[in-house]
């Protein structure tokens, strides 16, 4: 029998603990620390291959490949306690950093990989006009996501 062979494209939206501008720091660089630093443990620990990463001081959107080894409430759990205790270790912002524990994820076709890269690069300049609020709205609508997001 021949291998098990999965591609699932993941776009993971997840916020700061009560929706705070913690992705700010003194530090210039942290907001691409952070980023970095999230897709090398996704791409090395949790062999979840990276697309795309950005977001704003208050949310992040991430599209990987879903390792088929973990379920995708696994994968975020882990990402986000891990980021969240290396920002804590390293004092990159003034207070305790956390992030919510909700959080949404949706499957993207390989034909619309492009579209949703693009979505995610634009983040600030998207960010003008609309709040995360209306953008996870929006988001969950376009997705037919009828009941708020499994916290973990």
């Not at 916020?15 to 952070?34: G, N, W, Y």
């Not at 791409?43 to 379920?71: F, R, S, T, W």
Request: net charge negative.
């Amino acid at each position: 029998m021949p291998p098990s062979l999965t591609k699932i494209w993941i776009h993971s939206v997840f916020s700061t603990i009560d929706c705070k501008p913690l992705i700010q720091s003194v530090q210039a660089e942290f907001e691409a620390m952070l980023y970095a630093h999230i897709k090398q443990h996704l791409e090395h620990d949790l062999k979840c291959y990276v697309q795309a990463i950005n977001g704003m001081p208050d949310h992040l959107h991430v599209l990987y490949l879903l390792n088929a080894n973990y379920a995708v409430k696994d994968i975020l759990k882990n990402l986000k306690g891990e980021s969240s205790h290396w920002i804590n270790q390293h004092d990159f912002v003034d207070s305790r950093f956390a992030w919510e524990k909700g959080y949404e994820a949706f499957s993207v076709s390989d034909s619309t990989v492009e579209t949703v890269v693009r979505h995610i690069q634009q983040q600030k300049e998207y960010h003008k006009t609309l709040s995360f609020r209306e953008e996870s709205h929006q988001l969950s609508l376009m997705h037919r996501l009828e009941f708020p997001a499994l916290t973990i």
